[in-house]
């Protein structure tokens, strides 16, 4: 009797767990992102994740950074299983929309009462037709980072949050010294063309897409300046034909200030070098306030063609809402979320630099290429100019001129 009882009750335990659904089969959707084995913060999102909802597995493609737009505009267009992917630039996003490729989020966003408010007007970026296409899950700046050692050694002041580029010019080259490879660099401008493109973006009101670019004339003669006159900052084709990265570079305590993303403080407060360093708002041009800066949003998005969306909506509201920004800020990742309480875990991390979160306060903002259908073509354009003109095979008027020609091509052509 007692042994039939006992049974009895073990099929009702059974049964209730049935209909709770912790037996419930669970749900498997494939993410991509670039870079996921070198991006701790990830693996720890996804862990927090899948321990919240149990009946959902992420299984991560793991896609490397410089071939990730190309990559995924193939597995995508081959109908690859993938339910839900990281969108690296707008350029990308442009791309993905253009196809077909993204999935609207409005309804998940309604059906979860998500408040949009705290992630303010960045959220334009990634609409079409007023529908939202992907949702951000970090955010970021660019900024001015300094090694403190080289500064005190020249007994030159570190970077205000008010810095002109004309006085990182001459702060640059006050910092200059040695030759071969004792040089000590004053900046570090990396081969990326946005390193140069970006900064005049805040003094107009033209985009990079639409096809002209006489603004861009002040920076590439500052640029130009200080690569081949000053000796302050590394040449393009030094660069390239040297295989440098401006991480190790900075951190190898070879070059005085860097401008970088807000992305690169992660790192920093990680990796074992030791650099005294210290971060300063970026420098501003004479008609801009200080404050006003290069932003980026980085976003997830459904792939129209998944069988999986509610799952697919669940990560990317986790990933972009507070537990996911938390654990970004934690690890020096600026989230898109931003209110007082997740600045306050970025800002009190361990290995953020002292004093730096005047730093992170903004004025006027832009996105280096918004939206458009043309984006791509023009972004790998800029790119052949910019080559072009920092290594001396072109004339600058010669290279703003023929960027202008090309671009009124690719608009023909599209």
Avoid at 143 to 160: C, E, R, S, W
Avoid at 370 to 381: E, L, Q, R, T, Y
């Amino acid at each position: 009797m007692k042994k039939r009882l006992v049974l009895m009750l073990l099929l009702v335990v059974v049964a209730a767990t049935l209909t709770t659904g912790v037996w419930a089969k669970q749900e498997t959707i494939r993410f991509s992102v670039w870079d996921y084995s070198m991006n701790p913060e990830y693996k720890m999102v996804i862990d927090a994740f899948q321990k919240e909802n149990p009946d959902i597995k992420v299984d991560v493609i793991d896609i490397a950074n410089a071939e990730y737009p190309d990559k995924m505009t193939v597995m995508l267009a081959a109908g690859e299983d993938v339910d839900v992917f990281a969108v690296k630039d707008f350029a990308s996003y442009s791309n993905y929309l253009s196809r077909n490729y993204l999935t609207p989020l409005d309804a998940f966003v309604r059906k979860d009462k998500v408040n949009l408010k705290p992630y303010g007007a960045a959220l334009n970026y990634v609409k079409s037709n007023k529908k939202l296409m992907a949702f951000p899950y970090r955010s970021d700046i660019y900024i001015l980072y300094y090694n403190k050692a080289i500064f005190d050694k020249a007994g030159v002041p570190y970077p205000t949050n008010d810095m002109t580029w004309k006085q990182f010019q001459e702060t640059a080259k006050k910092l200059t010294s040695g030759e071969g490879n004792n040089k000590i660099w004053g900046a570090y401008f990396h081969s990326w063309r946005s390193q140069i493109q970006c900064p005049p973006l805040l003094t107009t009101k033209n985009t990079l897409v639409d096809g002209k670019y006489g603004f861009l004339k002040p920076a590439y003669q500052m640029a130009l300046t200080m690569q081949n006159v000053d000796k302050s900052v590394m040449s393009l084709a030094e660069i390239k034909t040297s295989n440098t990265h401006y991480r190790a570079f900075f951190e190898s305590g070879k070059v005085g200030m860097l401008y970088m993303g807000t992305w690169y403080i992660g790192s920093l407060m990680v990796d074992k070098h030791n650099v005294n360093w210290g971060i300063a708002k970026a420098p501003h041009w004479p008609q801009n306030k200080a404050g006003s800066t290069i932003a980026g949003l980085t976003t997830m998005a459904i792939n129209a063609k998944s069988s999986k969306k509610e799952a697919a909506w669940k990560l990317i509201k986790y990933f972009g809402g507070e537990k996911g920004a938390k654990v970004f800020a934690s690890r020096g990742v600026f989230p898109a979320l931003n209110t007082p309480d997740v600045l306050d875990v970025y800002t009190s991390a361990k290995g953020f630099p002292a004093g730096g979160k005047e730093a992170l306060a903004t004025g006027k903002t832009t996105v280096e290429l918004p939206p458009s259908p043309f984006a791509n073509a023009i972004d790998k354009m800029l790119t052949e100019e910019h080559n072009l003109i920092m290594t001396g095979q072109k004339p600058l008027a010669q290279g703003l001129k023929d960027m202008e020609k090309r671009a009124k091509e690719i608009k023909e052509d599209i």
